[in-house]
């Protein structure tokens, strides 16, 4: 009828619902499903981890060794305290760069 908005709405929905039913796997479970699995047993991990260290806290001296290694590591990187300087002192060339990009 001449509807290209309500053609192009229609053929975003085709597309959605072809993408989800292609993205199944051989058993036939949603991408969803699997999604919501390895939340899971990402939280039970975390959770786990949690209980973990608070069961087991690091000593001051620990802590010190740790933050003094830590430090000496952004020492030797060059970081100042600032990641957004930092980054921007840092930037990997681009191709762009390197060929006069448009």
């Known amino acids: 009828r001449g ?7 229609h053929g975003r929905q085709i597309t959605q619902n072809i993408i989800e039913g292609y993205i199944a796997d051989a058993e036939g479970a949603a991408v969803e499903e699997k999604n919501q699995a390895i ?6 991990a975390i959770s786990s981890i949690d209980q973990e260290v608070r069961n087991n806290p690091v ?13 000496s590591r952004q020492t030797t990187a ?6 957004a300087d930092w980054a921007e002192a ?13």
């Open 3 to 9: 509807n290209i908005k309500e053609s192009m709405a």
């Open 39 to 44: 939340i899971d047993r990402i939280a039970s």
């Open 59 to 71: 000593s001051e001296t620990d802590l010190g060794r740790i933050m003094s290694w830590v430090q």
């Open 78 to 83: 060059g970081y100042t305290g600032s990641f």
């Open 90 to 102: 840092n930037k990997p060339v681009r191709l762009e760069d390197l060929i006069g990009g448009h």
